[in-house]
């Protein structure tokens, strides 16, 4: 694969990534989009969300310890480019 490939399959896998912890941590701060109303579920819920996207990010051969944060992965893209 050349490198314009692997860049946009990591930007995509970052968005995708960012787009979900975003979604699924708003919907578990809010009352009314609450699963549970029980504090340790609701911190359970977001940090298995958090862990399944690293995982997921891992897993693909294009990213490598990406932070899920659009800005910081720009930054690290420029800084690998340049």
Not at 29 to 53: C, F, N, Q, R
């Amino acid at each position: 694969m050349d490198g314009t490939t692997l860049f946009v399959q990591a930007l995509f896998v970052e968005i995708i990534g960012a787009m979900l912890l975003t979604f699924l941590y708003l919907t578990q701060t809010e009352e009314k989009t609450k699963m549970s109303g029980d504090p340790a579920i609701t911190t359970l819920i977001i940090a298995t969300t958090y862990v399944a996207v690293i995982l997921y990010g891992e897993s693909t051969p294009v990213v490598s310890g990406t932070p899920y944060n659009p800005a910081a992965s720009l930054g690290l893209a420029f800084a690998i480019l340049f």
